[in-house]
Structure formats: C-alpha cells, structure tokens
Nanobody, 125 residues
Framework: QVELVESGGGLVQAGGSLRLSCAAS????????MGWFRRAPGKEREFVSA????????YYADSVKGRFTISRDNAKNTVNLQMNSLKPEDTAVYYC??????????????????WGQGTQVTVSS
C-alpha cells in the first residue's frame, strides 16, 4: 500500500513558476514509476510527466516539454515537478500517481495503482 500526498500548488501569474511535491509512504517507493496527471475544469484527466524507478528515464507531454522537469529522491520518498513558464492553460488540479513501470504505458492512467488527492494550480493571465 502506498499513500501519496501532493503539495506546492497555488496561484501564480503567467510566466511564473511552481514546484509540486509528492510525498509517498511505504518502503517500496523505489519500485514504482511515478507520474503526474492533471485535470482542468470541464476536461478529462491528462498525462503531464512520469519518471522511472531511479530517475534516469523521464517522460513529458508535448504541452509541457521544455517547461516542466520531473525528479525523484528515493531516499526521501518524494517526487517533484518543477513547473516554469506557466501558462493559463496549465490551470488544473494536479495529481501524483504511483504504479508499475512500463515504459510504453507511462501516460496511461490505468497503469497506476495509487493516486494522491490532488493539488490546485491556478495560473492567471
């Protein structure tokens, strides 16, 4: 069982930055791929970014590539999402997720077994 708690959301102006963190419970954190998804009002949940077991493999949605950076610290059971050059269209609730690592399926939410409660990110224009 893994419990995930996100933090770091908030209100920021366009062009600004935020750093989301996800703290995981449990001793098996390093065995899971970690992902970030988001859901904007009136839209379906969408993949944002993911990272493999040891952090050497990272994945990004085209919409955030070059602006967002995912990282993980297995010693601290945390995964972070540094978000730069934020745009109003990045406004959403952001969710952290944990699941088995399939490199070809990191963007598929059904791959993930555990989800956090989400943290709100609002980018004003």
């Amino acid at each position: 069982q893994v419990e995930l708690v996100e933090s770091g959301g908030g209100l920021v102006q366009a062009g600004g930055s935020l750093r989301l963190s996800c703290a995981a419970s449990g001793r098996t954190f390093s065995k899971y791929a970690m992902g970030w998804f988001r859901r904007a009002p009136g839209k379906e949940r969408e993949f944002v970014s993911a990272i493999g077991w040891i952090g050497s493999s990272t994945y990004y949605a085209d919409s955030v590539k070059g602006r967002f950076t995912i990282s993980r610290d297995n010693a601290k059971n945390t995964v972070n999402l540094q978000m730069n050059s934020l745009k109003p269209e990045d406004t959403a609730v952001y969710y952290c997720a944990a699941g088995p690592y399939y490199s070809t399926a990191v963007a598929d939410p059904s791959t993930y077994d555990y989800w956090g409660q989400g943290t709100q990110v609002t980018v004003s224009s």
